[in-house]
């Protein structure tokens, strides 16, 4: 069943002059991989694209948002905006998850609802956006939907947890935090990769992924339950 994408166009306001554009956004690699008959296109170079448009669109903001900043703080704050937890709250948000094309396998593991993977799909919609509509419609959209969920400044403190983690440590001189990746599993196409944080040797924490960046973030932020952290750190 194809995903109504009328109703996506209505709920966030946006109108697409090319629906191709729009639908390409949504369309993994796992349902081209599917439909090789086709002629769909997955959404990886729009993901390359609207990367790109966000860390514009986003620094722009913050740099009229925080007169005061320094350079530094600056692209720290882009950096706790543009990182994938924050972007898979988007995504959640506007409800991206339901309307993406998805291979059967990718379905059945749950990739619709996948950090990683929402993610990207909220970086190839603004790609596909600004290929349809041009700068100004991405800043309209971002102004109307997201903008307000990272002005209060919490938000702008869910700093990847890696980041968090390293910072934590640093400031109470705890040791030398040093990540292993200790299992790979799976198939290539559905591999699963198994990370380890230590401190000083110490297991701090474990995490899985569907990349190794995801498996790292994850061990880090049990480290982080583990050491009892709060995730809003000043």
């Given at each position: 069943?194809?995903?109504?994408?009328?109703?996506?166009?209505?709920?966030?306001?946006?109108?697409?002059?090319?629906?191709?554009?729009?639908?390409?956004?949504?369309?993994?690699?796992?349902?081209?991989?599917?439909?090789?008959?086709?002629?769909?296109?997955?959404?990886?170079?729009?993901?390359?694209?609207?990367?790109?448009?966000?860390?514009?669109?986003?620094?722009e903001?913050?740099?009229?948002?925080?007169?005061?900043?320094?350079?530094?703080?600056?692209?720290?704050l882009?950096?706790?905006?543009?990182?994938?937890?924050?972007?898979?709250?988007?995504?959640?948000?506007l409800?991206?998850?339901?309307?993406?094309?998805?291979?059967?396998?990718?379905?059945?593991?749950?990739?619709r609802?996948?950090?990683?993977?929402?993610?990207?799909?909220?970086?190839?919609?603004?790609?596909?956006?600004?290929?349809?509509?041009?700068?100004?419609?991405v800043?309209?959209?971002?102004?109307?939907h997201?903008?307000?969920v990272?002005?209060?400044?919490?938000q702008?403190?869910?700093?990847?947890?890696?980041?968090?983690?390293?910072?934590?440590?640093?400031?109470?001189?705890?040791?030398?935090?040093?990540?292993?990746?200790?299992?790979?599993?799976?198939?290539?196409?559905?591999?699963?990769?198994?990370?380890?944080?230590?401190?000083?040797?110490?297991?701090?924490?474990?995490?899985?992924?569907?990349?190794?960046?995801?498996?790292?973030?994850?061990?880090?932020?049990k480290?982080?339950?583990?050491?009892?952290?709060?995730?809003?750190?000043?």
């Amino acid at each position: 069943m194809q995903p109504d994408f009328k109703k996506l166009q209505s709920d966030v306001g946006v109108y697409f002059h090319n629906h191709y554009l729009l639908k390409q956004a949504f369309t993994h690699s796992s349902y081209v991989n599917e439909h090789r008959m086709s002629h769909h296109k997955d959404n990886e170079r729009m993901e390359f694209l609207g990367d790109a448009v966000l860390e514009l669109v986003i620094s722009e903001y913050l740099f009229h948002a925080y007169p005061e900043q320094t350079e530094g703080e600056l692209t720290k704050l882009r950096a706790s905006i543009v990182c994938e937890p924050s972007l898979f709250r988007f995504a959640k948000l506007l409800d991206f998850g339901s309307y993406l094309l998805l291979g059967k396998g990718e379905e059945m593991t749950g990739g619709r609802n996948r950090p990683a993977l929402l993610a990207d799909v909220f970086e190839s919609f603004i790609g596909a956006l600004y290929l349809d509509q041009g700068l100004p419609a991405v800043k309209h959209f971002m102004k109307k939907h997201i903008f307000p969920v990272i002005s209060d400044a919490d938000q702008l403190r869910v700093t990847d947890y890696k980041t968090q983690l390293q910072e934590y440590t640093q400031h109470h001189n705890l040791g030398t935090l040093e990540y292993r990746i200790v299992d790979e599993r799976g198939p290539a196409h559905e591999k699963q990769f198994v990370s380890e944080v230590y401190m000083d040797n110490r297991l701090l924490g474990q995490g899985i992924g569907r990349s190794k960046k995801e498996s790292e973030q994850q061990a880090a932020a049990k480290a982080l339950e583990k050491l009892d952290v709060h995730h809003h750190m000043q």
